[in-house]
């Protein structure tokens, strides 16, 4: 499905989205993964953007480490999630510069620029409306304000051709996306001519969509994923919106750095940093 407009099925498709994360135990077990260490990187992308002592909405902080490490680094932060099953664990470490609220990024319950930085990992590619998302982004950060957004780039030709590599050596693949080398080539195609198509022959957001796999036990592996994330439809979304890119992507170690300045749209990952 491509587009950008919210249709009955769209909306169907959000209830159903909102349900699964309300209720599934399995995925929670997979959010509790999170930790520390895996949140690492995210962290230190935030710190390193964010005013000295800034308020920071972090929307879709799952289990809400990031946001109290954030917190930790001396910022007054609200963590965000569709889930209150989610945020069950996180209620304990709330004080008065921390708080966690549930809600839904669609309708952040917040005023208008009401924060300094808005900041989101591993979100985007749930988002069943990406554009209302951005929006909602766009809406609620401050005049001179940061967004931050950190997330798989799903169209990435880079993950499927390494996904080939190593099934070519007989290891395993990934779950959904890359199962045998046959689909590796195919996806890793289909992302090359994503990439062309969207670097070089348009010039404006197209949000690409898909069926999440919603099945209550789990399995990760960004089955659930709704919107074929890719770090140039949220470029051309923000700059349309007047931002400037202050970072097309963020770099952790020598290949990553490598990667972030060479071929930032290429990159895995999506570690973009826009100012309003």
Not at 125 to 153: C, F, Y
Not at 179 to 189: D, G, V
Not at 218 to 225: F, P, Q, Y
Request: include cysteine.
């Amino acid at each position: 499905m491509v587009g950008t407009s919210v249709s009955e099925s769209s909306l169907e498709l959000r209830q159903r989205m909102r349900e699964f994360y309300e209720t599934s135990e399995s995925y929670k077990e997979l959010l509790d993964a999170h930790d520390e260490t895996y949140l690492r990187h995210y962290v230190e992308l935030v710190t390193r953007f964010a005013p000295q002592a800034g308020k920071i909405l972090d929307l879709g902080c799952g289990n809400g480490i990031s946001s109290r490490l954030l917190n930790q680094s001396g910022f007054v932060v609200v963590g965000t999630d569709i889930s209150s099953l989610f945020l069950e664990d996180a209620r304990k470490w709330e004080n008065p510069t921390l708080q966690y609220e549930v809600c839904d990024v669609l309708e952040l319950p917040f005023a208008d620029e009401s924060f300094d930085v808005i900041c989101s990992n591993e979100l985007v590619e749930h988002l069943p409306d990406v554009e209302t998302a951005l929006s909602e982004m766009v809406r609620v950060v401050r005049k001179g304000g940061k967004v931050v957004i950190s997330g798989p780039n799903l169209c990435s030709p880079i993950t499927p051709f390494l996904d080939w590599i190593r099934l070519i050596r007989g290891k395993h693949g990934r779950p959904v996306w890359a199962e045998t080398k046959q689909q590796a080539f195919q996806q890793l195609k289909e992302n090359c001519q994503l990439y062309f198509r969207k670097r070089y022959f348009t010039k404006t957001p197209r949000f690409l969509y898909r069926e999440p796999d919603l099945e209550m036990d789990a399995i990760g592996g960004d089955a659930d994923s709704a919107y074929y994330a890719n770090p140039i439809d949220i470029a051309y979304y923000f700059k349309s919106h007047g931002f400037r890119i202050v970072k097309r992507a963020v770099g952790f170690g020598i290949k990553g750095r490598l990667v972030a300045k060479v071929i930032p749209y290429l990159s895995p990952y999506i570690t973009m940093v826009v100012q309003k």
